[in-house]
Every structure is written in structure tokens, then in C-alpha cells.
């Protein structure tokens, strides 16, 4: 009996061991990745996306718009983001492949296709974008490098992370609000939707942000992020994440839900006086 307990203990702690480094070298990974920084961008996406459904409701005076962006940005955090994020992103980990993960992220390829990906987020991004937009390289690409772009998008996942994101934040919303959620063939209505319109513009971006990057840097980038360690972290973020964005989308439907009820009791008239 005090074997057993004792092989218990080791056991616990062997893997208590392993979750803390877990944790470690995923937030490492995420720092190195980029995904940090694009997780901190989250509230100002989000009060972009409330800005353009508010400025098409109509029912809604200029002042109770700004009241109600304003609370659901507040209800946001992106401190608790980051943390459910990394602490999901991180569980079931294998610490040796997540070393292998950071080895690969401290690369000097990898580096500089991060310094690439980064510029998305500077205001000179958008300038940039337009110029390559209609230039002949990234209309007509050449066929192999067209090929490179489509694999760099499926080893990164980048397509089907967005349009889950923006499922995840609607359904997320509909909960906060305590409106029926939307059944699965409304789902995946939504998700052709977003698929028909996201494909084209994905495949722009992508052939604008690595518009300097050789062909040969490409193949390895793809060859990089497409090792079975990299693909289990990044599906292990892409998770993570999906569900992160949930989670705060729905605290902000809550906060909304919480005005709009407020609001509504404010407009209810008065009970006439009793005779």
C-alpha cells in the first residue's frame, strides 16, 4: 500500500512537473510566434466589428451607440484572454515537442517571416497593401509561387482560424445576450458565407505580407511550420484561441444584455396612480 502511494505521489508531481514546463515553452511559443501580440490587437478589433453593426442600426441615437461600444469594450480582457489562451494552448503538451517548436521559432527564417507578418499591424501596412494589391505578382502570380502560398495557408490554417473566429465571436455574442443560439445548419450557412468571401481575400494578403520573401524561403517556411510538433502546436493555439474568443465575446453580449435591460426598464412608464 505505502508502494502505491508513494508511486502516486512521484507520478503527481512528475506530472505537475511536466504541465509547469508545458506552460513555460508554450508561452514562450506564443511570444515567438507572434500570437501575443496579435492577441493584445483583440479589443481593437472587436470595437471595429461593433462599430460597423451600430452604424447600421438605425433604432440606436449616436449617444446610446457610443454608451454601448463602450461597455462591451470594457467588459473585454485582454489579460484573462492571454491567460485562458496559453493555459488551454498548453495542456496535454509534450514539453520535448514544444522545445522543438521554440528551436524552430528562434530560427533566422522564421524570424524574418515574422518580421513580414508583423508589418500587417503598422499603418504603413495598408499602403503597402494596395500597392501590391493590383500589382501583376500578386493578381497573376507566377504558378509556383501561387502553390507556395496555398501551402503556407494550410500549414498555418490561417483560413479556417479566421472563419472560426468570427463564428465563435458571434455565437459567443448570442449567448452573452441570452438569444437562441443558432442551430448547426445556420452554423454552417454562416460558414460558406464566410469561406466564399475570406478565400480570395486570405490568398491576397498572404501573397502581399510575403511579397519580399524568396520562393526557396517560402518552401521552407511551409517545410518548417508543417513538422508534426509545429502542426500539434498550432492546432493546440487555433483551439485555444477559437474558444478564448468565445469566452470574451460572450462577456461582451453580457454587458450589452446588461444595458440594453437597464435602458429598457428606464422606459418603462410609470404604474398610473391607484384611484
Request: neutral net charge; proline residues 4%; hydrophobic residues 40%.
Amino acid at each position: 500500500m505505502r508502494i502505491r502511494i508513494l508511486l502516486i505521489v512521484i507520478l503527481s508531481a512528475v506530472s505537475s512537473f511536466a504541465q509547469s514546463t508545458c506552460n513555460q515553452l508554450t508561452r514562450q511559443a506564443l511570444e515567438l510566434y507572434g500570437c501575443i501580440d496579435s492577441l493584445k490587437g483583440f479589443p481593437k478589433q472587436m470595437e471595429s466589428q461593433i462599430a460597423s453593426q451600430f452604424a447600421q442600426d438605425q433604432s440606436l441615437t449616436p449617444a446610446d451607440k457610443e454608451k454601448l461600444a463602450e461597455t462591451m469594450i470594457k467588459s473585454l480582457s485582454v489579460e484573462r484572454l492571454i491567460a485562458n489562451v496559453t493555459k488551454q494552448a498548453a495542456l496535454g503538451c509534450d514539453p520535448e515537442g514544444m522545445r522543438k517548436v521554440v528551436r524552430v521559432l528562434r530560427t533566422p527564417l522564421v524570424q524574418k517571416m515574422r518580421r513580414f507578418e508583423a508589418q500587417t499591424s503598422s499603418p504603413e501596412f495598408a499602403e503597402r497593401f494596395q500597392k501590391y494589391l493590383n500589382s501583376p505578382e500578386v493578381q497573376t502570380p507566377p504558378e509556383k509561387r501561387a502553390a507556395l502560398v496555398d501551402q503556407l495557408i494550410t500549414a498555418t490554417g490561417v483560413r479556417e482560424v479566421m472563419v472560426d473566429s468570427i463564428i465563435a465571436t458571434a455565437g459567443g455574442m448570442l449567448k452573452g445576450l441570452g438569444a437562441p443560439l443558432q442551430s448547426q445548419e445556420q452554423i454552417e450557412e454562416m460558414r460558406q458565407q464566410i469561406e466564399s468571401n475570406a478565400g480570395q481575400q486570405v490568398n491576397l494578403m498572404m501573397l502581399t505580407v510575403y511579397h519580399d520573401a524568396s520562393d526557396q524561403e517560402l518552401q521552407d517556411y511551409v517545410a518548417a511550420l508543417s513538422a508534426k510538433e509545429f502542426k500539434a502546436f498550432s492546432d493546440a493555439y487555433a483551439k485555444a484561441l477559437v474558444n478564448g474568443i468565445s469566452e470574451e465575446s460572450r462577456n461582451a453580449g453580457l454587458a450589452l444584455r446588461a444595458v440594453l435591460a437597464e435602458k429598457a426598464a428606464q422606459q418603462k412608464p410609470a404604474p398610473a396612480p391607484s384611484k
